[in-house]
């Protein structure tokens, strides 16, 4: 299984959309799209809506790049999260280094509501 | 530059290949450490075996039936009885590999090298095969316990061993599949670590701070070829005192063990629980392993070096210490370090606070089975660097008559299942005479024991896995194992037991009301003891498992905990939580040192004292069935009194006084009826009968001396 990524540029930042597997095999080209977009210092969000499957190494990779934002004070976020692959990621403790869309619109809303 | 830009930029000199065997680029590997890992540009692997005369890397693609290759190690890949080589390109997430060892075939002198087969790697962090619980095995596959490579780069962020004095423990002993695998227990993923994580918040509420895990090490949970009798069901291999390897974490007790996470899983569980305060000790079974003797299969270590890792009779027979068919010969200097290097691993990438060691009078067994005076291999677990905060506790005999409860080689460091504790408690609460002057030794942290080792040496109990639930210990006279295929010829039969007058469940509801009370009083009993408490899961709401006190197979309604009971037998499920909290109120019940019967001279009362009907005069005599006792000290200003009836009749107790303004308040009295049981420390209420106190038949009843607020 293969995987594809595309970028999507907005005002607000950059989307990267990514389709397929993320695995040991594909994790390195998914590192490959995704470091220079993080370098280039604009929030990103990582759209999986369309991934069937992360694998521990894809984990991992996710984990990376969203350190390496940390480091660069860059917001990441990820997007359309399937329910297997977000228990997955809750089971291994992922899912709690990562702002995740659905979190990310609770908190927007929270915050929302404590300004009225 | 972040760090890993800069280590992106380090490129090491040994990243690059030097020969190529059957296909693919390698070098020579390190031989340290043991075991497969990933390294810049592949994979290294290094395993042992003395007496192999070549051996072979056997790789799959993952889950396939035939290998992809298989490498012999050159011979200059070879150092000393090492053989270690880097295979470059390999994919480390979608392969899985073993060794082929070959040999002399030679039993009596200990050889048992066959190249035909695939043997898993020793020290293989991850195993597939059995990724599933339940799923029948397909056989027909040579090659049944995968070995695989993972990274170990879990991000445990500041998690930090918690060092929980052990004095201040309370542990809860249960099995991960057992715990949540019942349908009304309400988690995502029943019967995983990720389950058994969801009911942290419950463990919490309880107040236990350690749990102590059945056997997570990979089992073969299929591996007992019996059937239920009585109902033709498959029975398993439940407990999983057969470990198939010891590195690995059992994939079947992990929701994510299909997708090979199992390692994050059981990391991300342990970091939850230390994040409650829990701490984590595990059940391991160094003592024997699941190649049985010479009719088991061969998995591992007999095919790698039979001579080495097992204990041999001259004839070359497998000495059967462990009552399963071989016996791990511990105290060989390469087996030695092979369970420290396991045990290692667990602290350093797991976290794991402690460790239960099953049958670990055989860990002090020279290689010829005689006992030790000075056993090597415990030596060096009580001393090593990485273990050394870790809980070392000894199951201490084992199942060829060796016991050693109160003579275990300690090194300062190993405590013991009290196995005495539990005998003389049981026989207390069921009425036997004869016992009043042990029950006094034992709750004081059997001094004539663990002199010198100081009470938490002694893990008290009263239920463990193995025997009789509390519920059941109270319900039957007898074992009831007719389940487990066996004719009722398993399981001990020394269970100290009484049924309150009906055996098995009954509709009367004094009998019942008899069972409830005698509960409380094993639980009353054995949080104001002086040692480690240690409860069995499912005993704090009643659990039953309809009288079999065996039930390492039953994969069943029978070892489930059912969480129904929560609610149904919520009255002894407080009355736990509010003993666990009473024993965390009062320091002089988990002092570090045994009582002495020394004066406190601010109160002028001794840190222990013994009561009868009268006060100061307890009664020693062989009827006796009534014993009370003080205590005070340990910086704590009240004085705890704690007085215990098996006696079938109710007893008038004259109270000792107290000194200065300190009045008694009730706390427990296992007598009276839910609400009056118990209450919540620091509410006690003051009695109106200052000096005396009726305490009923069969029951206990816990005093609290001190002032009133405002006094």
Not at chain 1, 60 to 86: D, K
Not at chain 2, 172 to 185: A, D, I, Q, W
Request: charged share 25%; net charge negative; with cysteine.
């Amino acid at each position: 299984m293969t995987l594809h990524v595309k970028e999507r540029r907005n005002k607000t930042g950059t989307v990267l959309v990514a389709t397929g597997e993320i695995n040991s095999e594909t994790s390195g080209s998914l590192l490959g799209a995704l470091l220079p977009l993080v370098r280039e210092g604009r929030p990103l969000k990582i759209d999986l809506t369309a991934v069937t499957y992360v694998s521990s190494a894809g984990l991992r990779t996710l984990l990376v790049v969203y350190r390496e934002a940390q480091h660069a004070g860059v917001a990441v976020t990820l997007y359309g999260v399937s329910e297997e692959v977000r228990f997955v990621m809750s089971a291994t403790g992922f899912l709690d280094f990562f702002e995740t869309g659905e979190a990310a619109a609770a908190t927007a809303k929270a915050a929302a509501k404590a300004t009225r | 530059m972040t760090e890993a830009a800069r280590s992106e930029q380090v490129r090491r000199i040994d990243a690059y290949p030097t020969h190529e065997v059957g296909g693919y680029r390698v070098r020579a590997g390190k031989p340290f450490p043991f075991g497969a890992n990933v390294v810049p540009g592949g994979v290294s692997f290094s395993v042992f075996s003395d007496q192999a005369t070549s051996m072979t890397l056997v790789i799959y693609r993952r889950g396939e039936s035939e290998p992809m290759a298989e490498l012999e190690f050159p011979e200059e890949f070879r150092m000393g009885s090492v053989f270690a080589m880097t295979v470059f390109g390999l994919d480390h997430e979608n392969i899985e590999y073993g060794y082929r060892a070959d040999g002399p075939f030679d039993p009596v002198v200990g050889h048992r090298f066959d190249a035909r087969q695939v043997l898993s790697d020793p020290y293989a962090r991850l195993i597939a095969g059995r990724d599933v619980w339940g799923v029948p095995p397909d056989y027909s596959r040579g090659y049944q316990y995968r070995s695989r490579v993972c990274l170990q780069d879990f991000d445990w962020g500041d998690d930090t061993p918690l060092r929980i004095p052990a004095e201040d423990l309370v542990v809860y002993e249960t099995h991960v599949r057992g715990f949540t695998r019942h349908p009304n227990s309400g988690v995502t993923a029943p019967g995983t670590f990720a389950g058994l994580r969801e009911k942290i918040p419950y463990l919490k509420e309880l107040g236990v701070n350690c749990i102590e895990l059945l056997p997570v090490f990979e089992f073969d949970e299929s591996d007992n070829p019996r059937t239920n009798p009585e109902t033709g069901e498959k029975l398993y291999d439940y407990w999983g005192y057969n470990t198939v390897s010891f590195f690995a974490p059992k994939a079947g007790y992990a929701a994510t063990g299909r997708y090979g996470m199992q390692g994050d899983e059981l990391r991300t569980l342990i970091k939850d629980l230390h994040a409650a305060g829990i701490e984590v000790i595990l059940d391991v079974v160094f003592n024997h392993t699941a190649e049985g003797n010479e009719m088991g299969p061969t998995i591992s270590f007999k095919g790698l070096d039979n001579a080495t890792y097992y204990m041999l009779t001259p004839e070359g027979y497998y000495f059967n210490f462990s009552g399963t068919g071989n016996t791990v010969n511990c105290n060989h200097p390469v087996v030695r370090n092979y369970v420290l290097d396991c045990l290692r691993h667990w602290v350093a990438d797991y976290h794991i606070d402690g460790f239960r060691f099953d049958l670990a009078a055989i860990l002090g067994r020279a290689l010829d089975g005689t006992p030790l005076p000075n056993p090597p291999l415990l030596e060096l677990l009580a001393f090593d660097p990485v273990l050394r905060h870790t809980k070392l506790i000894a199951e201490a005999w084992d199942a060829a008559g060796l016991y050693e409860v109160g003579n275990f080689p300690a090194y300062g460091r190993w405590a013991e299942w009290n196995g005495k504790y539990r005998d003389t408690v049981r026989r207390f609460i069921k009425g036997d005479s004869g016992v009043v002057g042990e029950l006094a030794t034992r709750i004081a942290g059997s001094p004539d024991l663990y002199a010198g080792r100081g009470p938490a040496a002694s893990v008290n109990f009263l239920t463990a896995h193995d025997g009789f639930s509390l519920a059941d210990m109270v319900a039957y006279n007898d074992k009831h194992n007719e389940a487990n295929g066996e004719n009722n010829n398993d399981g001990a039969n020394d269970n100290n037991s009484w049924n309150c007058g009906v055996e098995g469940p009954t509709e009367d509801p004094e009998i019942n009301a008899l069972r409830t009370r005698q509960m409380k009083n094993a639980l009353a009993i054995l949080l104001i003891s002086q040692g480690i408490p240690m409860l069995l899961s499912g005993d704090e709401v009643a659990r039953s498992q309809q009288g079999n006190n065996n039930t390492y197979c039953q994969d069943n309604e029978l070892s489930w905990f059912d969480w129904d009971l929560v609610e149904q037998n919520a009255e002894l499920l407080n009355f736990t939580r509010q003993m666990i909290a009473f024993r965390k109120h009062h320091r002089e019940l988990r002092s570090t040192d045994h009582p002495t019967g020394a004066i406190r001279a601010d109160l002028g009362l001794p840190d222990i004292s013994w009561h009868g009907e009268r006060a100061w005069q307890p009664d020693w005599s062989p009827d006796s069935r009534l014993l009370a006792v003080a205590r005070c000290g340990s910086g704590d200003d009240d004085v705890v009194y704690v007085a215990m009836n098996s006696h079938w009749e109710a007893h008038d107790l004259e109270l000792p006084a107290l000194p200065g303004r300190r009045t008694w308040h009730l706390f427990a009295d296992t007598g009276a009826g839910a609400p009056h049981d118990i209450t919540a420390p620091g509410t006690e209420t003051e009695l109106e009968n200052a000096g005396k106190y009726l305490i009923g038949p069969r029951s206990v009843v816990i005093l609290v001396g001190r002032t009133n607020e405002g006094d």
